[in-house]
């Protein structure tokens, strides 16, 4: 029973990011005037991206690896939506770098898939 909810758990992981991805690509063609939409939709498809490939990544791993690749995803993909939310859409243009959402979710989704793979090489290598 514990290894078809693990199953489950690690469907769930491959097709929930998915459907984000498709959702934000449809929000994306399809409200091309609202500023803040395609923002929101584009910085969760970057943020969803690492997480689709990391999570067809740990599917064929051990049950202890994965185990703590999802527990650092949700705490990291909770904290990310915060961030990504409460940073600002556009800037007055005069930054080197601008600090609004696309730059901010690229970063995260860069931080994010160092810190998943350093995790999974760890955990994989790493004796039980």
Known sequence: MNLLKN?????????????IVVISYLINTNFRGKLLTIALSESFFWLTVPILFFSIVVFSLKESTFKSWTKFTNYFFIISLVIILLTPTSTHGLDFVPLVKETVTIFLAILYSIISLVLIIYKSLKKE
Do not use: H, M
């Open 7 to 19: 199953k489950n758990t690690q469907v769930c992981y491959v097709l929930i990011p998915l459907l």
